[in-house]
């Protein structure tokens, strides 16, 4: 039984998803301007073997707002956010800026993470290996008459599909408006731009790295050094796919994520 809920970590509230089941618990971490129901597909892919729990990071869906968007803030509210509900070790399902995330738990806190997914997050990001570190949305609207119109508007600004962003939209009363802050999520982007090698290269745990060969974010040439420099990972590169490719082909990247989890050991 999905139950949405609340968590008092580190003087905020965090939302959270639990998708129900008994199983070995997955903790699901989505990327900038994500929400964590975007983990629903997977969730229902890996029942009932494993009970995916996902969460809101600070600032988005309906967690709390913050005072500060750094990556260690970000990393220590996940690694109380598991102590508090008792779950760790976990394996851990990141993408993009959830994908870095994790692994930097794996690195910082080991003893919470028993295995780790990553999703198109990069051990580099910065100019001029990554081309676009950070969207700025600051000029996207803040209000839009219908959910329609707001699409229309945040595609004007360069995007050629908004479905991922909309998932954030909700209807207020003098319009509709995304959850997340504009300058917020700008602020965010701009402080996960750097080297995030040695993080990458800092856990022994299991690992997969899911890849989009069409992405625009994360260049394939990085990804296989991803792979190759870091012992035990396996890499899986879906054809087709960009930087959402658990959007852009949900069977198979549950399929990878299973077919991997399957090979860990009984904890």
């Known amino acids: 039984m999905t139950v949405e809920s609340h968590a008092d970590v580190r003087g905020l509230r965090l939302a959270y998803i639990d998708f129900g089941g008994t199983g070995t618990p997955v903790l699901a971490l989505h990327g900038h301007f994500g929400r964590a129901r975007m983990f629903a597909p997977l969730a229902a892919a890996l029942a009932p073997a494993h009970r995916v729990i996902a969460l809101e990071l600070r600032g988005h869906g309906h967690s709390n707002h913050a ?85 229309r508007q945040v595609e004007a600004h360069g995007i050629p599909d908004a479905g991922y962003f909309l998932e954030s939209a909700v209807e207020r009363d003098d319009g509709w408006g995304f959850l997340f802050d504009h300058d917020a999520m700008v602020e965010s982007q701009e402080a996960l731009v750097g080297d995030w090698w040695p993080d990458w290269l800092g856990s022994t745990c299991p690992a997969l790295l899911v890849h989009g060969p069409d992405s625009f974010v994360l260049p394939t040439s990085m990804v296989r050094e991803m792979a190759g420099r870091r012992p035990g990972t396996v890499l899986r590169e879906l054809p087709g796919c960009g930087h959402w490719p658990h959007d852009d082909d949900p069977v198979a990247f549950a399929g990878a994520v299973r077919e991997f989890l399957g090979t860990l050991a009984t904890p």
């Not at 959830?98 to 794996?106: E, K, N, T, Y």
């Not at 051990?123 to 209000?143: C, G, K, Q, S, T």
């Open 67 to 151: 005072d500060g968007y750094a990556p260690d803030d970000y990393l220590e509210d996940v690694a109380a956010f598991v102590r508090g509900l008792g779950l760790g070790p976990v394996v851990v399902v990141g993408h993009s800026m959830g994908g870095v995330l994790g692994f930097r738990l794996a690195a910082r806190h080991p003893a919470l993470v028993r295995a780790l997914v990553n999703e198109e997050g990069g051990a580099l990001n910065r100019r001029p290996e990554i081309p676009h570190p950070v969207l700025d949305v600051r000029p996207w609207p803040r209000r839009a008459p219908t959910l329609d119109e707001l699409r």
